[in-house]
């Protein structure tokens, strides 16, 4: 099976990359590098010993799009590409509809020009927004807090109409939780450009030396030790759905959203002492008030995703914490950007 990967030389894409040539499918990267470096790919044909191609481009480029269609001839697409800070997206709303929203528009329409019916699309859990109950299934309500929430919600929208319309189609939609950890080569991980937003790069950069401390934002969430609860999800076992996906795109029609958890969760205080066990050596944390925007507690019911998908997150947390670790400490700078 021939699977175009747009935003593949990414964090989550890379890794997808390598689940997929360990099965034999033959992939195509279209990236526009706005926040990766090549050197992934060669990381990821080094590791595989396998070819990938790979255009650079935009996806709102149309005859980009379509030359990569005529060329590769994919089975189907997995849609990565596409913008991801939440901060970022309220700054520049037009930006992120722009390639969350248009982004995803123009590769649908190339796939229907070139006869491609398979699409696994990358949304978010944000999507469901304040809890009102928990774990979240696929029913809960979706009311984003974000633009970048509501661009993925958008771009949902725009794959299921299209599947009304079109009865060959198949879009399956990955509502992923917190993805983190790292391949268990220590080659590729997650290399934010910028100061972290999200916890577990953070810790890394502080265990590694490049920040001081970590900042714990809020300790009076009614949680059991008052910071954070997340459904955290091994980077791995997140890029096997996405296989798992592709066989279930082959034998559907439709489009279906899937939580991408464990359906567990833990605290920012759980994380902090799991990392300080991989790294050897102890945090150091100061306290700060409750992040704006944030919520007490996430936790994915993984039901759907289990008996559709046949899929189950089998990484633990110090599989995600000691991945990490690998990763940061043989990369302090991350790719060579
Ligand atoms: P990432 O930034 O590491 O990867 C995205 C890739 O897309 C990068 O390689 C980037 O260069 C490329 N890209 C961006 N805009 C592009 C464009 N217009 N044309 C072509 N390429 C473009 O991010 P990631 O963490 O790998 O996330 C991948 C997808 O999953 C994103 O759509 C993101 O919104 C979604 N997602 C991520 C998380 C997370 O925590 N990492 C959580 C939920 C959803
Ligand atoms: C954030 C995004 C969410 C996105 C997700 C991707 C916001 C408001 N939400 O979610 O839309 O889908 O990343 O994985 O940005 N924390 C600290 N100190 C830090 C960083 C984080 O204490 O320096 C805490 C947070 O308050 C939270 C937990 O750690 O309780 C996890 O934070 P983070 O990794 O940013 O993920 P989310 O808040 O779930």
Not at 266 to 290: H, M, N
Not at 305 to 312: I, P, T
Request: charged letters at 20%.
């Amino acid at each position: 099976m021939r699977v175009l990967v747009t935003g593949g030389a990414g964090y989550l894409g890379s890794h997808t990359l390598l689940e997929l040539m360990a099965l034999n499918y033959e992939v195509c990267v279209l990236d526009n590098y706005s926040n990766a470096t090549p050197e992934v790919l060669s990381r990821v044909r080094s590791l595989s010993n396998g070819t990938v191609t790979d255009y650079t481009g935009d996806v709102r480029d149309d005859a980009m799009l379509d030359r990569v269609m005529a060329e590769f001839r994919p089975d189907a697409v997995i849609h990565f590409a596409g913008l991801k800070a939440v901060g970022e997206s309220a700054e520049k709303p037009l930006y992120y509809y722009d390639v969350n929203v248009g982004g995803t528009l123009a590769v649908v329409r190339a796939m229907e020009r070139a006869g491609c019916n398979r699409i696994i699309f990358s949304s978010s859990a944000t999507v469901y927004g304040e809890p009102t109950y928990l774990p979240y299934d696929e029913a809960h309500p979706t009311t984003p807090k974000s633009v970048y929430g509501q661009s993925k919600l958008m771009a949902e929208r725009i794959l299921t109409d299209w599947t009304v319309a079109n009865g060959a189609a198949s879009a399956v939609i990955l509502r992923y939780f917190n993805p983190v950890g790292a391949h268990i080569s220590g080659q590729i991980g997650e290399d934010p450009s910028d100061i972290p937003n999200n916890l577990m790069p953070y810790i890394a950069q502080v265990a590694v030396g490049k920040r001081d401390v970590l900042t714990i934002f809020g300790d009076d969430y009614d949680t059991p030790d008052g910071t954070g609860l997340r459904d955290y999800i091994h980077v791995v076992d997140l890029a096997r759905a996405h296989v798992a996906a592709l066989g279930y795109a082959v034998r559907h029609t439709g489009a279906r959203p899937f939580n991408i958890g464990t359906g567990q969760s833990y605290s920012v205080r759980d994380i902090v002492a799991a990392f300080g066990r991989a790294c050897g050596a102890e945090i150091p944390v100061r306290q700060a008030p409750r992040r704006v925007g944030d919520i007490a507690a996430m936790q994915a019911d993984a039901g759907r995703a289990m008996r559709e998908l046949n899929w189950k997150a089998t990484h633990t947390l110090d599989d995600m914490t000691v991945s990490t670790w690998k990763w940061q400490s043989g990369n302090p700078d991350g790719y060579t950007r």
